[in-house]
């Protein structure tokens, strides 16, 4: 495994080196959002005091709305829809928390099966190089650590940054990660202190998530019997069925296909969807099989924490990124949720 | 606060020992700081996590329709008695079937003030009548309550329940504001362009989550025109038309129906200030219907829910 270390002086110069090779993201604050976007000059990145994005940073690959097909209506190929050309500009995306890319590698396996592959998805995540950045401080909503996840989770990265004081150390994960660093002069090489010391700053920051999350009946437990559990109808009682959950949640991937018409043409736009919604499920003869406030809550709690384990061999669907927490209208808790799913008769 | 807690307790547990309810209606403290719960006490042990504090910005009315056939206690400050009016005189619930235990409000914290004021990551809120203790890691700083209270709460009139069964503490004084819409009259004197520019910024950051229309107890359309898919009403993607449109509508259905409770605002994950359209229906319904205010008593008639025949009609040519 190969390290390096990065100077916090040179940031500046980094940035130039990478920025030629292509371009580069990072976090960037507008009024009270703190969002990815692409940096010209290290001082437009919001590193001090930065926790993590307000939204998750699955819009990079997964854009809230997205056009796939367009046609015009006059023409050579009038009325025939056309694929939007897909060619992403490559990017190096620097900031990336360790949650989001663990929620990244998850996504990865969902939008690839043996049958299909979601070009949409992957033409923008191929030609992103993530360079993630260690959570010394996790804040008090995170749960990582209750979800196969860490503060200084590398899955779904190519280069782990950890912040050590007046430099980073850089561990390089992939192939990618390698080639986004080669031949890079800015970077120094990594001392057997740096490594320990990272070590340290990874377990202090993972011993600092008090949340424990016991999911041990939850894999005991049939679907059938959680599906039917009690629980389902108190958590229920509040949810206003808002789409704010899904929609900030890293690894929340539902999608609905829209055709949209104009003058001279018309698109076929995919946007986020949120099963909160009664519109999510409702069928063409008017019967909804989730027709109330309870099979809407509940879906997306089983999707999470036992659909995708039975599924996919124990992956959760959620990776404690604590978004939904912070932002939830109601204050309807996850972590307290899964702790009734678990306790549930 | 701590009294006002207290007093709905207790409320509470008599009314539920006494099966005058089935259910009382309110807030509970919530598991992050700065956040509290709606919350359904169906027991008097249940009635215990009942609280009253500067937190309690979800607005409990907006429950209150599927129980309509139940009797509910709820948990009232102006705003939302405003809105149990409201609901009653468009026949959603019956008056008989509530219990409306009144709260005299202080005006709720607006978090965004208390993170500003806040010299780090807040671990604990306390607060009375008058201060709030903001305790971060390793210190703490006290503001006066009035300088952490949300923009709605500041220019609220009604702070007193309009309509209750009991009242939990001595009414407070109401507060003297002499233009409580002072605050859209930057904005009425910009051009219809500048306007136009000015309205796309507030919403730039719109993720269409709706939840500023599901925490609104006055949106309770079972069908809402965004929703609408036979035909499609409207564009569903994060193009600007469609978010404004969708806004803008929302804004004209709560012309004269909009009580500030400010559920909205408190709801929306973006910090998008939905009033600052939702306020101006509401100020043109004041001064073109003789000074109309929503719900203030169940005998005022909702200008734009009555027909005059003798009603100017100056549209009709």
Same mark, same amino acid.
């Given at each position: 495994?190969?390290?390096?270390?990065?100077?916090?002086?040179?940031?500046?110069?980094?940035?130039?080196?990478?920025?030629?090779?292509?371009?580069?993201?990072?976090?960037?604050?507008?009024?009270?959002?703190?969002?990815?976007?692409?940096?010209?000059?290290?001082?437009?990145?919001?590193?001090?005091?930065?926790?993590?994005?307000?939204?998750?940073?699955?819009?990079?690959?997964?854009?809230?709305?997205?056009?796939?097909?367009?046609?015009?209506?006059?023409?050579?190929?009038?009325?025939?829809?056309?694929?939007?050309?897909?060619?992403?500009?490559?990017?190096?995306?620097?900031?990336?928390?360790?949650?989001?890319?663990?929620?990244?590698?998850?996504?990865?396996?969902?939008?690839?099966?043996?049958?299909?592959?979601?070009?949409?998805?992957?033409?923008?995540?191929?030609?992103?190089?993530?360079?993630?950045?260690?959570?010394?401080?996790?804040?008090?909503?995170?749960?990582?650590?209750?979800?196969?996840?860490?503060?200084?989770?590398?899955?779904?990265?190519?280069?782990?940054?950890?912040?050590?004081?007046?430099?980073?150390?850089?561990?390089?994960?992939?192939?990618?990660?390698?080639?986004?660093?080669?031949?890079?002069?800015?970077?120094?090489?990594?001392?057997?202190?740096?490594?320990?010391?990272?070590?340290?700053?990874?377990?202090?920051?993972?011993?600092?998530?008090?949340?424990?999350?016991?999911?041990?009946?939850?894999?005991?437990?049939?679907?059938?019997?959680?599906?039917?559990?009690?629980?389902?109808?108190?958590?229920?009682?509040?949810?206003?069925?808002?789409?704010?959950?899904?929609?900030?949640?890293?690894?929340?991937?539902?999608?609905?296909?829209?055709?949209?018409?104009?003058?001279?043409?018309?698109?076929?736009?995919?946007?986020?969807?949120?099963?909160?919604?009664?519109?999510?499920?409702?069928?063409?003869?008017?019967?909804?099989?989730?027709?109330?406030?309870?099979?809407?809550?509940?879906?997306?709690?089983?999707?999470?924490?036992?659909?995708?384990?039975?599924?996919?061999?124990?992956?959760?669907?959620?990776?404690?990124?604590?978004?939904?927490?912070?932002?939830?209208?109601?204050?309807?808790?996850?972590?307290?949720?899964?702790?009734?799913?678990?306790?549930?008769? | 606060?701590?009294?006002?807690?207290?007093?709905?307790?207790?409320?509470?547990?008599?009314?539920?020992?006494?099966?005058?309810?089935?259910?009382?209606?309110?807030?509970?403290?919530?598991?992050?700081?700065?956040?509290?719960?709606?919350?359904?006490?169906?027991?008097?042990?249940?009635?215990?996590?009942?609280?009253?504090?500067?937190?309690?910005?979800?607005?409990?009315?907006?429950?209150?329709?599927?129980?309509?056939?139940?009797?509910?206690?709820?948990?009232?400050?102006?705003?939302?008695?405003?809105?149990?009016?409201?609901?009653?005189?468009?026949?959603?619930?019956?008056?008989?079937?509530?219990?409306?235990?009144?709260?005299?409000?202080?005006?709720?914290?607006?978090?965004?003030?208390?993170?500003?004021?806040?010299?780090?990551?807040?671990?604990?809120?306390?607060?009375?009548?008058?201060?709030?203790?903001?305790?971060?890691?390793?210190?703490?700083?006290?503001?006066?309550?009035?300088?952490?209270?949300?923009?709605?709460?500041?220019?609220?009139?009604?702070?007193?329940?309009?309509?209750?069964?009991?009242?939990?503490?001595?009414?407070?004084?109401?507060?003297?504001?002499?233009?409580? =819409?002072?605050?859209?009259?930057?904005?009425?004197?910009?051009?219809?362009?500048?306007?136009?520019? =000015?309205?796309?910024?507030?919403?730039?950051?719109?993720?269409?989550?709706?939840?500023?229309?599901?925490?609104?107890?006055?949106?309770?359309?079972?069908?809402?025109?965004?929703?609408?898919?036979?035909?499609?009403?409207?564009?569903?993607?994060?193009?600007?038309?469609?978010?404004?449109?969708?806004?803008?509508?929302?804004?004209?259905?709560?012309?004269?129906?909009?009580?500030?409770?400010?559920?909205?605002?408190?709801?929306?994950?973006?910090?998008?200030?939905?009033?600052?359209?939702?306020?101006?229906?509401?100020?043109?319904?004041?001064?073109?219907?003789?000074?109309?205010?929503?719900?203030?008593?169940?005998?005022?008639?909702?200008?734009?829910?009555?027909?005059?025949?003798?009603?100017?009609?100056?549209?009709?040519?």
């Amino acid at each position: 495994m190969k390290y390096n270390i990065l100077n916090k002086t040179k940031v500046d110069q980094f940035l130039e080196e990478v920025g030629k090779k292509c371009a580069v993201w990072g976090p960037k604050k507008d009024a009270d959002q703190v969002a990815f976007d692409s940096i010209k000059d290290a001082k437009e990145m919001h590193l001090d005091g930065y926790m993590n994005t307000s939204m998750s940073p699955k819009n990079l690959f997964f854009p809230q709305s997205e056009t796939m097909l367009y046609f015009n209506k006059s023409g050579e190929d009038a009325n025939i829809y056309r694929e939007v050309e897909k060619k992403p500009a490559a990017k190096a995306v620097f900031g990336i928390r360790p949650c989001d890319g663990a929620a990244f590698a998850l996504l990865d396996k969902i939008f690839k099966n043996d049958q299909y592959t979601d070009t949409y998805w992957f033409e923008k995540r191929d030609a992103a190089t993530l360079i993630g950045l260690g959570c010394n401080n996790p804040c008090s909503t995170c749960f990582c650590t209750s979800v196969n996840s860490h503060p200084f989770d590398e899955k779904g990265l190519d280069v782990l940054a950890s912040d050590l004081g007046d430099r980073y150390l850089l561990k390089i994960l992939t192939d990618k990660g390698a080639k986004l660093l080669d031949g890079v002069t800015s970077l120094d090489d990594a001392k057997d202190a740096d490594i320990s010391g990272q070590e340290a700053l990874s377990k202090k920051a993972s011993d600092s998530i008090t949340a424990r999350l016991s999911q041990d009946r939850i894999k005991e437990k049939s679907v059938l019997e959680l599906y039917n559990a009690d629980c389902w109808s108190r958590i229920q009682e509040s949810c206003l069925n808002c789409g704010t959950c899904t929609f900030v949640c890293p690894t929340c991937h539902c999608f609905d296909i829209q055709d949209e018409l104009f003058r001279d043409g018309g698109v076929r736009i995919r946007n986020w969807d949120s099963c909160m919604s009664w519109l999510f499920t409702i069928h063409a003869t008017g019967h909804n099989p989730r027709p109330s406030r309870k099979e809407r809550v509940r879906q997306r709690f089983m999707h999470k924490f036992k659909y995708i384990p039975v599924k996919r061999d124990g992956d959760i669907g959620c990776v404690g990124c604590g978004r939904c927490v912070n932002l939830c209208p109601v204050n309807i808790d996850i972590r307290e949720v899964v702790q009734e799913m678990n306790a549930s008769k | 606060m701590q009294k006002r807690t207290e007093k709905i307790k207790e409320i509470a547990k008599r009314l539920l020992e006494e099966k005058k309810v089935d259910l009382v209606l309110g807030h509970r403290k919530g598991s992050i700081v700065l956040k509290n719960a709606p919350y359904f006490a169906y027991t008097p042990q249940e009635a215990d996590r009942l609280i009253w504090d500067g937190n309690c910005r979800n607005n409990p009315a907006n429950f209150l329709i599927p129980y309509k056939d139940n009797r509910v206690a709820i948990v009232a400050q102006g705003c939302v008695s405003r809105n149990v009016v409201g609901l009653i005189s468009e026949n959603q619930v019956k008056r008989e079937n509530l219990y409306i235990i009144g709260v005299p409000c202080l005006g709720m914290l607006s978090p965004e003030k208390v993170a500003a004021a806040s010299p780090g990551n807040i671990t604990e809120i306390k607060e009375d009548n008058e201060k709030v203790v903001i305790t971060t890691n390793g210190s703490s700083v006290t503001q006066a309550r009035e300088a952490l209270i949300r923009d709605n709460c500041t220019q609220c009139t009604h702070r007193n329940p309009v309509l209750y069964d009991e009242l939990v503490a001595e009414t407070v004084k109401e507060q003297d504001i002499p233009d409580r =819409y002072a605050y859209l009259s930057e904005i009425e004197k910009l051009s219809p362009e500048e306007r136009a520019g =000015y309205i796309d910024n507030v919403f730039k950051n719109c993720i269409r989550c709706y939840a500023c229309r599901d925490a609104c107890p006055i949106c309770y359309c079972p069908e809402c025109f965004v929703d609408k898919f036979s035909p499609q009403w409207c564009g569903k993607s994060i193009d600007s038309t469609d978010v404004l449109s969708y806004h803008l509508i929302r804004a004209f259905h709560t012309a004269g129906r909009c009580t500030e409770c400010g559920a909205c605002e408190d709801a929306c994950p973006m910090g998008i200030k939905v009033r600052m359209i939702t306020s101006k229906p509401e100020k043109d319904v004041k001064e073109n219907y003789e000074g109309y205010e929503a719900w203030l008593s169940l005998e005022a008639k909702p200008p734009l829910l009555t027909f005059k025949l003798d009603d100017p009609q100056p549209f009709i040519k």
